[in-house]
């Protein structure tokens, strides 16, 4: 019963009226799931096995895509240099790109929602610690942040276990660049929603600080910061693909769209052109189609715009 009231509200509120009445939006909304769903289902759903040597065919590396004169059927875009079913590997590489994305957004959401929410109830030399030391993250790019925390995690491990933990390396870099953006929104937000009557009823009432603010002012600051997750998300797994791209990301065992698409620029000039053009349309669809969900949830929730 519970279950079925929270949908039915769901199909009469301004929310669900705002996402059918936007094409763009419905159609953003597809290609994201059946990418996602393409990528957790990629051993079910991809012809080959690209990890799996006894499903690679040296013999047929460099095949071009199905419709070309030299290729075949089997291999609808072609194969890799490794020969390689190069719709396997964009299936399992989009596996790992979402993968890295995800987890770190999430991470980077713990850091910054509990920096956040500290700085802005606190107040005093607590908020001003945190704010500068975000205010000093801010001055550096992403992508730098994200190259040092890498290097500095592969000048501490040893060398056997670069390969091992390259993802888990990956996700805290992206995570330690994209924390601030998280704390700084909540940090605003529970500045305004400290001086409001509930909380201060709770603090006559004795309630302690971590649970007036986990269980008071948390659920009312989520709405801005679903936004930016969902924003941060595309530029997660395009962080990705770059580190990857430059060399310094997830394995070649375990190639995720940047990996793919640094393989195939070996071979952009010398007419293999679907090794590198495929994997990169492939991310381009997926960060368009994230970033427009984003945007639309960032007007269909701001009252202004109703």
């Given at each position: 019963?519970?279950?079925g009231d929270f949908w039915k509200r769901f199909f009469d509120s301004d929310l669900w009226w705002s996402f059918k009445s936007s094409p763009v939006v419905v159609i953003a909304t597809i290609v994201t799931v059946v990418i996602i769903f393409s990528s957790v289902f990629a051993p079910f759903i991809a012809p080959f096995n690209p990890f799996?040597?006894?499903?690679?065919?040296?013999?047929a590396s460099l095949k071009p895509p199905a419709w070309m004169e030299g290729g075949e059927l089997q291999y609808l875009f072609g194969t890799d240099d490794q020969g390689r079913d190069m719709l396997s590997t964009i299936l399992y590489?989009?596996?790992v790109s979402l993968l890295v994305g995800f987890l770190s957004v999430i991470f980077a959401m713990i850091i910054g929602i509990a920096a956040g929410l500290v700085a802005g109830y606190s107040g005093g030399w607590v908020d001003a610690v945190l704010m500068r030391i975000a205010d000093?993250?801010?001055s550096f790019p992403a992508i730098l942040i994200a190259l040092l925390v890498d290097g500095v995690a592969r000048g501490l491990l040893p060398n056997n276990s670069h390969e091992t933990v390259a993802v888990y390396v990956l996700i805290v870099a992206i995570a330690l660049s994209f924390w601030v953006q998280f704390a700084r929104t909540v940090r605003s937000s529970t500045m305004v929603e400290r001086t409001k009557e509930y909380v201060q009823a709770a603090q006559v009432i004795g309630l302690p600080a971590p649970l007036i603010l986990f269980r008071h002012i948390?659920?009312?600051v989520m709405g801005p910061v679903l936004v930016i997750a969902t924003i941060q998300l595309a530029l997660a797994i395009i962080i990705e693909a770059t580190l990857s791209f430059l060399g310094v990301g997830v394995p070649p065992t375990s190639p995720s769209l940047g990996t793919l698409i640094r393989i195939g620029n070996d071979y952009l000039f010398s007419g293999e052109w679907w090794i590198t053009v495929f994997p990169g349309l492939a991310l381009v669809i997926l960060v368009l189609a994230v970033n427009l969900l984003g945007d639309w949830l960032r007007d269909a929730l701001n009252p202004k715009l109703r």
């Amino acid at each position: 019963m519970i279950v079925g009231d929270f949908w039915k509200r769901f199909f009469d509120s301004d929310l669900w009226w705002s996402f059918k009445s936007s094409p763009v939006v419905v159609i953003a909304t597809i290609v994201t799931v059946v990418i996602i769903f393409s990528s957790v289902f990629a051993p079910f759903i991809a012809p080959f096995n690209p990890f799996d040597l006894a499903q690679i065919d040296l013999m047929a590396s460099l095949k071009p895509p199905a419709w070309m004169e030299g290729g075949e059927l089997q291999y609808l875009f072609g194969t890799d240099d490794q020969g390689r079913d190069m719709l396997s590997t964009i299936l399992y590489g989009s596996r790992v790109s979402l993968l890295v994305g995800f987890l770190s957004v999430i991470f980077a959401m713990i850091i910054g929602i509990a920096a956040g929410l500290v700085a802005g109830y606190s107040g005093g030399w607590v908020d001003a610690v945190l704010m500068r030391i975000a205010d000093v993250q801010l001055s550096f790019p992403a992508i730098l942040i994200a190259l040092l925390v890498d290097g500095v995690a592969r000048g501490l491990l040893p060398n056997n276990s670069h390969e091992t933990v390259a993802v888990y390396v990956l996700i805290v870099a992206i995570a330690l660049s994209f924390w601030v953006q998280f704390a700084r929104t909540v940090r605003s937000s529970t500045m305004v929603e400290r001086t409001k009557e509930y909380v201060q009823a709770a603090q006559v009432i004795g309630l302690p600080a971590p649970l007036i603010l986990f269980r008071h002012i948390l659920p009312n600051v989520m709405g801005p910061v679903l936004v930016i997750a969902t924003i941060q998300l595309a530029l997660a797994i395009i962080i990705e693909a770059t580190l990857s791209f430059l060399g310094v990301g997830v394995p070649p065992t375990s190639p995720s769209l940047g990996t793919l698409i640094r393989i195939g620029n070996d071979y952009l000039f010398s007419g293999e052109w679907w090794i590198t053009v495929f994997p990169g349309l492939a991310l381009v669809i997926l960060v368009l189609a994230v970033n427009l969900l984003g945007d639309w949830l960032r007007d269909a929730l701001n009252p202004k715009l109703r």
